[in-house]
């Protein structure tokens, strides 16, 4: 499925990259998307991206909540005007007929706020069930986007379960026996993965040193900043935003500091932002005049 | 005469924002056509997910001519006034009419062609257009100024007769062409007019009309309902939203496992409707059915199974998160579950909401022992209280907040507890607003007015008033539900008394945390001088400090400054509340208002007894002279520098029972004449009379003892002149007036009356 789909973005221009080698919640944060979502320049990737979300584990004994999956995620910069087309095309691609089943495109707006972003889209529905999270992205750190950039962020698991036509995530064949070598299921490789990371996430892993850990990707962050070198402070961003997620899977963060914490993340998502276009906007302007902020 | 098509195509609109677009093409189009001159008449307008459409017939071909006259200036008049003239009509001298020394510009508009008009018109409806949302998209976003549309805009047909109506706007220029549905038709197709549009769209799997597509909804989802022998659980809400997402609709009935049923039929229905849009069913006995009908938007080319197998298995997964919650929340007790309260900040300055539960539990355990709410078990009323909001920390509430109260019940069921606790948590936070059913069992009625009352005393008392649109906290909705209880119940209570109690309990946690925090300071700096205290020293500091907060001269400043102005500012925003309330019963605002304005009345049930005698007296004969007198009587006394002090009405329960001033004296005098005697005579018998009729609430005799006072008034305005020369005879007869005012100001304060 991953295959077909980089097969068919790449075939409309896009460049096909790895994901990013850091623990993010979502292919938004992805600096593919998140820093390159602002400024002129056209833009076209596509790329796997894992992503965790502390609180969503389950222990694996839920069939379709998981607290590390998998998205695939597309961005097309400006968004072409055929980018509905398109992308139903990529699901035909992938082996959904939609005179046999049921595809809705229905009101979603999507808001990050620890990246200051939102964006007016849709979910998109097939038989009931959201597939994909279909964004046209207005602002990211706080910035108009100009122009726009067209997201598409597709559930893998989801989709995978839907087309291998299982009901538990743990039963979808991650490949086929071929000859002596047997299959293997997603639970042959993710289940133990999650009872593990759901146990460390919800109760083991230490909250002294995951509050350093936020202080020090906070303090780092401003210095990278101040350093000038935006990409490396974005990282510290990331690195603060996955730690106040466990954070928050640990319960030790109260509905008061929850506000708090988040608007610490975004200020650091907004700075690395503006450090991002402040190194660019010369070239930008140079590339494309005409072009403002 | 031609009809006129225009379809504005876009990306999928949100269903909910559809009937209001619908609106707005309406406005806007109307407008552009006044002012222009070209009569509208009915407007066809129709919306899909990805269509707004307008057809108007009988458009005029053109504008018609029109002369318009100006009057200028005189032809006599200085030169710059005929220069300013000829500026404003652009016109020259010899272009004027002189007609008798006066200069008038006739200008003739020639008619427009209307097909010209709405080539300008339809980029200024589509840039004037105001959606709840909009977005810019594409390589124009580039720029801020591109254009913003609720999602792209993808094409526009504009077809005056047969004649393409030629405009671009944001890079879409107008044509023919338009699409059909997405996925049985996604080629182009070509309209040729108005009249052709709906069925050309219809033969590409379109329903353009959205009242043909709920009919077809609500038709379709009944009839698939009964062929499994089932019926419809009606929803018009759905219906709505579910033509709002489809073109092409089809109703498909599926069905669940029944095992799901054991969860609360509410909780299946929310379910079905909020995550998935679905209709629910009944079976014959009247019992949710494990069936749901969804609506698809294709004729799917094996009848709709894989749609429906698909949907089975979402909701499957969402039934089974709401049956996991169902059966892990009932594994712990209310009770334990209420301890987790404290974790819930209520509001940063008014504590947790444990915090607020206590203070209800004690407040309602008080409305009921009081008798204030009659016929009330006061532990009952605490215990329901103590639970009522522990169902917010349950899985369930927290996964569907609206379900809050109802889950609390089926718990409280569930676990054994009375009917009266369980319908008392179900139904506190009832009535929601004016119209909701008002609970009428006493012990949901004490939970419900504590609740409330609580809610009230602790933003006013911290002065989180509702200004202007801003009420963060629902605060009107909360008052109107304490004036709904109030009255339906018939509950007597001096709102004064009934304030004092939540407001001083909030008080008391204030000045009691402040007092706690100073404590633990100076234990801090015994420690810091190296004097350990015991932990029996400690509390014995702690409470000695909260006693002296609580006690003496801080506690009368705390009420005099603090509590008194917060409750008198809550009971004028109870008496503005209960004229909205009262209005749609067609009470009078000015008729409350002149009640209210005597003071010391906080009896609302008694208040509305009395403004209703008091605006049935004010549509009579009687009544309006009165008035009339009043008024009369009230300038001659302004005039005079006298002040038209209303007497208290007194308030009988209350705690504020002073009362009412002696009115003037206005003794016997020699040169008084049968006019003044016969007012005096009839104030000695009408004063006493209305005062005893207002003491024993029967307002009606209060009135009636005040109509008796219009004939000597009249009379006495007729007979005699108040301003006599003789300065004995004027004191007396202002002594008269005065005497007259006070005696209507005991029943009402009349300079509130309007007419």
């Given at each position: 499925?991953?295959?077909?789909?980089?097969?068919?973005?790449?075939?409309?221009?896009?460049?096909?990259?790895?994901?990013?080698?850091?623990?993010?919640?979502?292919?938004?944060?992805?600096?593919?998307?998140?820093?390159?979502?602002?400024?002129?320049?056209?833009?076209?990737?596509?790329?796997?991206?894992?992503?965790?979300?502390?609180?969503?584990?389950?222990?694996?004994?839920?069939?379709?909540?998981?607290?590390?999956?998998?998205?695939?995620?597309?961005?097309?910069?400006?968004?072409?005007?055929?980018?509905?087309?398109?992308?139903?095309?990529?699901?035909?691609?992938?082996?959904?007929?939609?005179?046999?089943?049921?595809?809705?495109?229905?009101?979603?707006?999507?808001?990050?706020?620890?990246?200051?972003?939102?964006?007016l889209g849709w979910e998109v529905w097939c038989d009931g069930m959201e597939v994909t999270q279909f964004t046209y992205f207005q602002q990211m750190g706080g910035f108009d986007c100009k122009p726009v950039a067209g997201e598409l962020t597709y559930g893998l698991e989801r989709l995978a379960m839907y087309i291998q036509n299982v009901d538990n995530v743990y039963d979808l064949r991650f490949s086929d026996p071929v000859g002596d070598v047997p299959g293997v299921s997603y639970g042959d490789v993710f289940l133990e993965n999650e009872r593990q990371f759901s146990k460390w996430n919800f109760e083991v892993a230490d909250t002294d040193s995951l509050f350093a850990g936020f202080k020090a990707a906070e303090a780092e962050c401003q210095r990278a900043i101040a350093a000038n070198v935006p990409l490396a402070a974005y990282d510290q961003a990331i690195e603060a935003s996955h730690l106040f997620n466990l954070l928050q899977a640990r319960g030790v963060i109260s509905v008061q500091e929850r506000a708090n914490y988040m608007a610490r993340v975004r200020d650091l998502a907004k700075g690395s932002c503006k450090a991002w276009i402040d190194s660019q906007s010369d070239a930008w302007t140079a590339k494309y005049p005409g072009w403002t902020l | 005469m031609t009809d006129f098509l225009l379809e504005l195509?876009?990306?999928?609109?949100?269903?909910?924002?559809?009937?209001?677009?619908?609106?707005?093409?309406?406005?806007?189009?109307?407008?552009?056509?006044?002012?222009?001159?070209?009569?509208?008449?009915?407007?066809?307008?129709?919306?899909?997910?990805?269509?707004?459409?307008?057809?108007?017939?009988?458009?005029?071909?053109?504008?018609?001519?029109?002369?318009?006259?100006?009057?200028?200036?005189?032809?006599?008049?200085?030169?710059?006034?005929?220069?300013?003239?000829?500026?404003?009509?652009?016109?020259?001298?010899?272009?004027?009419?002189?007609?008798?020394?006066?200069?008038?510009?006739?200008?003739?508009?020639?008619?427009?062609?209307?097909?010209?008009?709405?080539?300008?018109?339809?980029?200024?409806?589509?840039?004037?257009?105001?959606?709840?949302?909009?977005?810019?998209?594409?390589?124009?976003?580039?720029?801020?100024?591109?254009?913003?549309?609720?999602?792209?805009?993808?094409?526009?047909?504009?077809?005056?007769?047969?004649?393409?109506i030629p405009c671009e706007i944001g890079g879409v220029a107008s044509g023919y062409a338009t699409r059909g549905h997405r996925f049985h038709c996604p080629g182009e197709i070509t309209i040729g007019s108005a009249s052709d549009y709906a069925e050309k769209l219809r033969a590409c799997h379109v329903i353009v009309d959205h009242e043909e597509r709920q009919t077809i909804i609500r038709d379709g989802a009944a009839k698939a309902a009964a062929?499994?022998?089932?019926?419809?659980?009606?929803?018009?809400?759905?219906?709505?939203?579910?033509?709002?997402?489809?073109?092409?609709?089809?109703?498909?009935?599926?069905?669940?496992?029944?095992?799901?049923?054991?969860?609360?039929?509410?909780?299946?229905?929310?379910?079905?409707?909020?995550?998935?849009?679905?209709?629910?069913?009944n079976d014959a006995a009247g019992k949710l059915a494990n069936g749901f009908v969804c609506t698809a938007n294709i004729d799917a080319v094996d009848g709709g199974a894989e749609i429906v197998a698909g949907n089975r298995k979402v909701l499957a997964a969402r039934l089974s998160d709401a049956r996991f919650f169902w059966e892990q929340d009932r594994k712990t007790a209310l009770a334990d579950h209420a301890k987790k309260l404290d974790r819930i900040t209520f509001h940063e300055k008014l504590g947790t909401v444990a915090d607020k539960v206590e203070r209800v539990a004690k407040l309602a355990e008080w409305l009921a022992s009081a008798g204030i709410v009659p016929n009330c078990d006061p532990a009952l009323a605490r215990q329901a209280a103590e639970l009522a909001k522990a169902d917010l920390v349950t899985e369930m509430v927290g996964e569907f907040p609206e379900l809050q109260g109802l889950m609390g019940g089926y718990y409280a069921r569930a676990e054994g507890l009375g009917d009266a606790v369980a319908d008392a948590i179900r139904d506190h936070y009832k009535p929601v607003g004016q119209g909701d059913d008002v609970p009428t069992a006493?012990?949901?009625?004490?939970?419900?007015?504590?609740?409330?009352?609580?809610?009230?005393?602790?933003?006013?008392?911290?002065?989180?008033?509702?200004?202007?649109?801003?009420?963060?906290?629902?605060?009107?909705?909360?008052?109107?539900?304490?004036?709904?209880?109030?009255?339906?119940?018939?509950?007597?209570?001096?709102?004064?008394?009934?304030?004092?109690?939540?407001?001083?309990?909030?008080?008391?946690?204030?000045?009691?945390?402040?007092?706690?925090?100073?404590?633990?300071?100076?234990?801090?700096?015994?420690?810091?001088?190296?004097?350990?205290?015991?932990?029996?020293?400690?509390l014995q500091l702690i409470e000695e400090a909260k006693d002296r907060a609580l006690a003496g001269p801080f506690r009368d400043e705390?009420?005099?400054?603090?509590?008194?102005?917060?409750?008198?500012?809550?009971?004028?925003?109870?008496?503005?509340?209960?004229?909205?309330?009262?209005?749609?019963?067609?009470?009078?605002?000015?008729?409350?208002?002149?009640?209210?304005?005597?003071?010391?009345?906080?009896?609302?049930?008694?208040?509305?007894?009395?403004?209703?005698?008091?605006?049935?007296?004010?549509?009579s004969d009687d009544g309006a002279n009165l008035l009339a007198g009043y008024k009369r009587a009230a300038n001659i006394l302004k005039q005079a520098d006298i002040s038209v002090a209303p007497a208290k009405a007194g308030a009988a329960g209350g705690l504020r029972s002073d009362a009412g001033e002696a009115p003037p004296a206005a003794p016997a005098f020699a040169g008084a004449t049968d006019v003044d005697r016969a007012l005096l005579a009839a104030l000695d018998t009408a004063e006493p009379a209305a005062s005893a009729a207002v003491t024993d609430e029967r307002f009606t005799d209060a009135m009636a003892a005040l109509a008796s006072l219009r004939a000597p008034i009249d009379a006495f305005f007729d007979g005699v002149m108040v301003n006599d020369p003789n300065e004995a005879v004027r004191a007396y007869r202002l002594g008269l007036l005065a005497r007259f005012t006070g005696a209507v100001h005991g029943v009402a304060d009349f300079s509130k009356i309007e007419g």
């Open positions: 499925m991953i295959l077909t789909l980089h097969a068919y973005w790449g075939a409309r221009g896009c460049a096909i990259l790895q994901p990013y080698d850091m623990r993010v919640g979502a292919g938004t944060f992805h600096p593919a998307t998140t820093l390159r979502s602002l400024g002129p320049e056209p833009w076209n990737v596509a790329y796997v991206q894992p992503s965790r979300r502390p609180t969503d584990g389950r222990y694996g004994e839920n069939p379709n909540r998981l607290q590390h999956y998998y998205q695939y995620q597309v961005i097309l910069k400006p968004s072409p005007a055929d980018l509905q087309e398109q992308y139903l095309g990529s699901l035909v691609a992938i082996g959904i007929d939609p005179l046999l089943h049921d595809i809705r495109f229905v009101e979603d707006d999507w808001e990050s706020p620890t990246l200051g972003a939102w964006g | 195509r876009s990306e999928e609109i949100p269903a909910r924002m559809q009937a209001g677009a619908r609106a707005e093409l309406d406005k806007l189009f109307r407008a552009q056509m006044a002012a222009a001159g070209i009569d509208v008449g009915d407007l066809s307008i129709w919306s899909t997910p990805r269509r707004l459409a307008l057809i108007a017939k009988n458009l005029p071909d053109a504008t018609a001519a029109v002369s318009e006259e100006l009057k200028g200036p005189r032809s006599s008049a200085p030169p710059q006034a005929l220069e300013g003239f000829l500026r404003k009509t652009g016109l020259t001298q010899d272009q004027l009419e002189d007609r008798d020394g006066v200069y008038f510009a006739v200008i003739d508009k020639p008619g427009r062609a209307t097909a010209e008009v709405l080539a300008e018109a339809i980029p200024a409806i589509i840039r004037a257009f105001a959606w709840p949302k909009s977005m810019r998209w594409g390589k124009d976003s580039a720029s801020s100024e591109s254009l913003r549309w609720v999602r792209p805009l993808s094409g526009i047909v504009a077809i005056f007769g047969e004649e393409l062929d499994a022998g089932l019926t419809l659980v009606a929803d018009e809400g759905l219906v709505i939203e579910n033509a709002g997402l489809t073109e092409w609709p089809v109703p498909l009935l599926g069905r669940f496992d029944e095992a799901f049923l054991e969860v609360p039929p509410e909780v299946i229905q929310l379910t079905a409707r909020v995550n998935q849009k679905y209709f629910v069913v006493p012990v949901t009625v004490a939970v419900a007015l504590a609740d409330k009352l609580d809610t009230l005393s602790s933003f006013f008392l911290y002065d989180m008033v509702p200004t202007g649109s801003k009420d963060p906290f629902a605060l009107r909705r909360a008052a109107i539900g304490v004036l709904e209880l109030l009255t339906k119940n018939n509950i007597r209570v001096a709102l004064n008394w009934a304030l004092t109690f939540p407001m001083t309990g909030v008080l008391g946690r204030s000045v009691g945390l402040d007092a706690f925090e100073g404590a633990m300071g100076l234990v801090q700096a015994f420690e810091n001088a190296g004097r350990s205290l015991s932990e029996g020293e400690k705390l009420l005099d400054n603090v509590l008194d102005p917060a409750r008198a500012k809550l009971i004028s925003f109870f008496a503005d509340r209960l004229k909205v309330q009262q209005r749609e019963a067609g009470v009078r605002h000015d008729l409350i208002d002149a009640v209210f304005a005597l003071g010391g009345e906080d009896d609302l049930v008694r208040l509305l007894a009395r403004v209703k005698a008091l605006q049935a007296f004010m549509a």
